[in-house]
């Protein structure tokens, strides 16, 4: 399964990496994802215009928070089948300024045309929107533009400081010193970023995708959203570990550490789907009314034969062709698997998004304007990818356990 016919005996380094066709490519993506909302803005579609921005943000929020987690998760677990491939992934996290910056955005200017709490943001009216069904009214005084737009800058920059120290260590062993302790320092580091993870993620989505219905309530909410984080980092990671296989990372990336990628690709695909099916049935067995608008509204009127679509893609699909242990080595089925993947993702957020504001008129995840929104943020992350890899290589040179790794020692 090894793609190395002889075992390496000094660490490869590859050059910096300098794609400026792929670089042209993705600043054309942002000019046509900034000129796709701009023209809804100008054309009065306001929350069409919001909605995509929204939909959009999700892009670099779930590949780089994902990522993040897979990283100190490997750490904590002293997991090295992931070195080869740490650098492309610490890269794969470098659009939360894009997080922030497309959250500025909609908290000055297009929180009113989302969410009906910042339209209505004080007095009876606000108040109503609490009332309107038994029991909700406490979440009046906490759903405010003040508390949301506070809560939700401090959380996105403290992930952007924990981001800093877990790639910064990382980037320090490259120096050439102090290896094993700054790999300690990482461990410890990992495991206070996966408390922070768990609880701001989960406020984060509460707020920003939740909030959407005022009524909607779901303590699985910010598992939902998790799954889908990593599982849309995996996909893109096993792109481009394969699009660097055939260049740079032809001596690094071997076929055992593809496997392993597309082990985890069906494994979590299984666990995607453990959770969407949990959260029917919670929902479904309860039978609360503030919890089983969420569903109606998006299990009619198209909403629930593109969610049937999403579920395929998500996992029927990628367990199907992922089940044989040769498949999971086979570089275009991972990436014929990683692309129903992300478009089942995409079809999800649409499908989260959507309904909240055409409920009785499907709006279809291929809405070309809302597309060309979503690609100008894949495109503005790959930029700040391609810009961290530029300056900092695609391997970590300094990691003990990459010559080893490479060499598939760990499977012996």
């Known amino acids: ?47 069409h215009a919001w909605a995509s921005l929204l939909q959009g943000l999700i892009i670099p929020t779930w590949i780089a928070i994902g990522g993040l987690f897979f990283i100190a998760v490997h750490s904590v677990c002293n997991g090295g089948w992931i070195t080869p491939l740490r650098r492309v992934m610490e890269g794969l996290t470098a659009g939360l300024p894009l997080t922030l910056a497309a959250f500025g955005l909609i908290a000055g200017l297009g929180a009113s045309y989302l969410y009906e709490w910042v339209a209505h943001p004080t007095g009876q009216a606000h108040l109503a929107l609490f009332h309107a069904h038994d029991g909700l009214s406490s979440k009046a005084s906490w759903m405010t533009w003040n508390r949301w737009v506070a809560t939700s800058i401090c959380i996105i920059m403290l992930w952007m400081f924990m981001r800093h120290l877990l790639v910064g260590l990382s980037l320090r062993q490259d120096q050439g010193t102090g290896s094993a302790a700054i790999a300690r320092v990482h461990l410890r580091t ?57 260049g740079p990372l032809a001596r690094v990336i071997a076929s055992h550490t593809l496997h392993d990628l597309g082990t985890w690709t069906l494994g979590w695909g299984c666990f995607c789907a453990y959770i969407a099916f949990a959260q029917y049935l919670v929902i479904y067995y309860a039978n609360m009314d503030e919890e089983t608008v969420f569903l109606l509204t998006r299990l009619q009127h198209g909403y629930g034969t593109a969610y049937a679509a999403e579920y395929a893609l998500r996992f029927l699909l990628p367990f199907a062709a992922l089940m044989s242990q040769s498949m999971r080595a086979r570089p275009a089925a991972l990436v014929t698997v990683s692309a129903l993947i992300l478009l089942g993702n995409w079809m999800d957020w649409s499908w989260i998004i959507m309904p909240a504001f055409s409920p009785n008129v499907y709006q279809p995840f291929w809405d070309l304007p809302t597309l060309a929104v979503g690609l100008g943020f894949a495109g503005a992350l790959l930029l700040l990818a391609l810009s961290f890899w530029r300056r900092n290589g695609l391997v970590p040179k300094g990691d003990p356990r990459l010559l080893s790794t490479i060499n598939a020692e760990h499977l012996h």
């Open 190 to 246: 990992s495991i206070v970023w996966l408390f922070v993870f768990a609880l701001t993620f989960t406020l984060f989505t509460w707020d920003m995708l939740l909030s959407l219905h005022v009524g909607f309530a779901s303590t699985m909410w910010g598992v939902y959203c998790f799954t889908s984080a990593v599982q849309t980092f995996l996909a893109v990671t096993v792109v481009m570990a394969v699009w660097l296989r055939t």
């Open 1 to 47: 399964m090894d793609n190395h016919p002889e075992p390496l005996t000094a660490v490869p380094v590859p050059p910096a990496l300098h794609a400026p066709r792929l670089s042209a490519v993705a600043a054309a993506l942002v000019f046509i994802g900034a000129a796709s909302f701009v023209g809804m803005l100008i054309a009065g579609e306001q929350r």
